[in-house]
């Protein structure tokens, strides 16, 4: 019943309430704003009292790239091949036999070329035109979204050393430092697996699916992970709390995206304990 009135409703509900039915919805308890104390419901905190102009260019996945130039170097970008307003627009011609597209302005739109004869590029199209007119904010009321000028771009595809795919180290840092890396892989094969780490490569068993896990059978520390956790450090010591995703291809670092709000404070894969214990890591004024 909650669901079917966000659902019709969404856009005429004030985000603070919007926000407590989702998470009631999520959870199945009541989310506090007064008194935060765990990872996701801080994050619900973030997204209602920190809310600043910078943040929009923050997580514009085309806006991002001249920030992290600036302040990283544009060594560590994935090459950028195209930029357009409306998939219409794309010359796929011009383009390489391999390549990425996605969307500047919200989360899983990413759509990969492995061979340019067998892509559908009709396909293509609708797929990113419908997803150009979709707004993020709506779903989770992540503020810093809702002004993020819809664009398609295309970046140089890459694998690392499983030939395969880029695997993804997500930097978890709580109040400008880094404290631990999550590790997604197994996209290619359509099942995403989570794995957490501490800095040192040690596994954190965070993820309600590791009950099952094999520790022998976990990801081998990557050979860029220092390197990773300065430029983590680097890249969130002016926020609350950042995720800095980032990609290791032998070594060298290249930079994903920031995510200010990951799963939008609604991650349900996580232990109860681990959104706790990440919760107070995470100081805020309200604490």
């Not at 989770?140 to 664009?151: A, I, L, N, T």
């Not at 995510?259 to 805020?284: M, N, Q, V, W």
Request: aromatic fraction near 14%; include cysteine; proline fraction near 5%.
């Amino acid at each position: 019943m909650i669901k079917e009135f966000l659902i019709k409703n969404a856009r005429f509900i004030p985000d603070k309430l919007y926000l407590r039915l989702t998470y009631f919805l999520c959870f199945h308890k009541p989310l506090s704003f007064k008194n935060p104390k765990t990872l996701n419901e801080k994050i619900q905190w973030l997204k209602i009292n920190d809310r600043r102009t910078e943040y929009t260019k923050l997580v514009d996945k085309y806006e991002v790239r001249k920030i992290i130039a600036d302040k990283i170097g544009d060594e560590h970008l994935i090459p950028l091949l195209g930029v357009w307003d409306s998939a219409d627009e794309i010359d796929y011609e011009s383009l390489p036999d391999q390549f990425v597209l996605k969307c500047n302005h919200d989360s899983k739109s990413i759509i990969i070329c492995r061979d340019k004869k067998d892509f559908d590029f009709e396909k293509a199209k609708k797929q990113l035109n419908r997803k150009l007119k979709t707004n993020l904010f709506w779903f989770g009321r992540e503020w810093p979204y809702k002004d993020v000028k819809p664009r398609i771009v295309a970046e140089k595809y890459m694998v690392d050393e499983s030939g395969v795919e880029l695997k993804d180290y997500k930097v978890m840092c709580f109040n400008g430092k880094p404290d631990n890396v999550m590790v997604c892989y197994n996209r290619s094969n359509g099942s995403t697996i989570f794995k957490f780490f501490d800095l040192s490569w040690k596994w954190l068993p965070y993820v309600r699916s590791d009950r099952y896990a094999d520790e022998n059978d976990l990801p081998k520390r990557p050979k860029g992970l220092d390197k990773m956790i300065d430029i983590a450090g680097l890249l969130s010591r002016d926020f609350y709390f950042a995720r800095v995703d980032l990609y290791d291809v032998n070594g060298h670092v290249y930079f994903g995206e920031i995510t200010l709000h990951p799963a939008s404070g609604f991650d349900y894969l996580i232990i109860e304990t681990a959104d706790h214990l990440l919760g107070r890591k995470l100081i805020l004024p309200v604490d």
